[in-house]
């Protein structure tokens, strides 16, 4: 079971970027989605959850109507797309994934048993 997280780079504020969460030796569909950020300094933030019955989807306050996510069942990948981003979004962004996971525990890194390598994301003019 492994997550791998790619698409981070510089983006000015205002910029976009699409981060993807690529699944290999399961099946993401069967499985929640968590995105965690960790800015320097600071404890890891949850940033959104889907979950794997019906897609639904989740976000933290500090990204909710800006960031959005999707999946694509048949590349077995989620994606994390990040809109009109800000400097204090800058952070490392890791995807997470849990077969057992409740909603209710979808904001706890704790709830997720499989984690990615994580992907830097500056936000900088």
């Known amino acids: 079971v492994q997550l791998q997280a790619s698409g981070g780079g510089l983006v000015q504020p205002g910029g976009s970027l699409r981060l993807s969460c690529k699944a290999s030796?399961?099946?993401?569909?069967?499985?929640?989605i968590g995105w965690f950020r960790q800015a320097p300094g600071k404890e890891r933030e949850w940033v959104s959850s889907m979950a794997s019955s019906d897609g639904a989807t989740y976000y933290g306050n500090s990204v909710k109507g800006r960031f959005s996510m999707s999946r694509d069942i048949a590349k077995n990948e989620v994606y994390l797309q990040m809109n009109s981003l800000k400097p204090e979004d800058t952070a490392v962004y890791y995807c997470?994934?849990?077969?057992?996971?409740?909603?209710?525990?979808?904001?706890?890194?704790?709830?997720?048993?499989?984690w990615g390598q994580g992907t830097l994301v500056t936000v900088s003019s």
């Open positions: 997470a994934a849990s077969r057992t996971i409740i909603v209710s525990s979808y904001t706890s890194e704790w709830g997720y048993q499989n």
């Open positions: 030796g399961f099946i993401s569909g069967d499985y929640a």
